[in-house]
């Protein structure tokens, strides 16, 4: 079975500033993708960025990257200018290539940007 | 294009009573999920449809909770003599299936809000 570990229930960052969020998995499959899931307060969930386990490459999308550090099982997410907009819930999600390709959640991180 | 709604956005129900909860997928999505999110907590998976045939319910916390997706589009989780550890955010989404793409992005609804007194 596997298991997603967001370590941080809470954290806070300064408008403008930078903040990374951790998560640790662990998995047997060899071939799966990642994810990170932004949830506001009372908004569907959106994905905001997704990595492929076969690619050594971090995924980047615009002000959101990742640090992918396969042995390790670590996949952190970094939002750099942090804006207003970003608070909301972060969820790490793991899903297994092939199949159905169902989501493996952590247990969230709660982001607040500071004006 | 419209996303995935869902109906009712919040539901009150008394212990013992049966809900059912509708989703509407995006058209012409194939793949279609159901999601328990208890209040604090990251969305844990209860099913996995394609098209009308439900190929993985392995989430389904016990024999009250039942889903159908008849004709292959609208999907209906069924919830018989509600408890109160069933109170949860139901969420439901679904995902086209492009032959031949790696990977098929799940789109979520808005959830039903359910609460058990």
């Known amino acids: 079975a596997q298991t997603v570990t967001q370590s941080q229930p809470e954290m806070s960052v300064q408008e403008a500033e930078t903040v990374t969020l951790s998560c640790t998995y662990d998995t047997s499959e060899s071939n799966y993708y990642l994810f990170w899931y932004k949830q506001p307060p009372s908004r569907q969930m959106i994905l905001v960025i997704r990595q492929e386990a076969y690619k050594q490459q971090n995924a980047t999308e615009n002000r959101f990257s990742v640090n992918f550090q396969k042995a390790a099982k670590s996949f952190s997410l970094k939002i750099s200018d942090s804006q207003l907009g970003d608070t909301a819930m972060y969820f790490c999600a793991f899903a297994p290539r092939g199949g159905s390709e169902k989501l493996v959640f952590g247990k969230g991180t709660k982001l607040t940007v500071n004006p | 294009g419209a996303g995935v709604s869902q109906s009712p956005r919040y539901k009150v129900a008394k212990r013992g009573q049966d809900v059912a909860l509708r989703c509407d997928p995006i058209?012409?999505?194939?793949?279609l999920f159901w999601y328990q999110q208890a209040l604090g907590q990251g969305p844990e998976f209860l099913t996995y449809f394609q098209n009308e045939a439900q190929l993985d319910k392995s989430g389904l916390p016990s024999d009250r909770f039942f889903a159908e997706r008849p004709e292959g589009s609208v999907s209906t989780l069924k919830i018989q003599r509600t408890q109160q550890e069933d109170s949860a955010v139901y969420l439901c989404?679904?995902?086209?299936?492009?032959?031949?793409?790696?990977?098929?992005?799940?789109?979520f609804g808005p959830g039903t809000r359910l609460t058990v007194t």
């Open positions: 058209s012409g999505h194939v793949s």
């Open positions: 989404a679904s995902s086209l299936d492009l032959p031949n793409r790696d990977y098929h992005e799940q789109y």
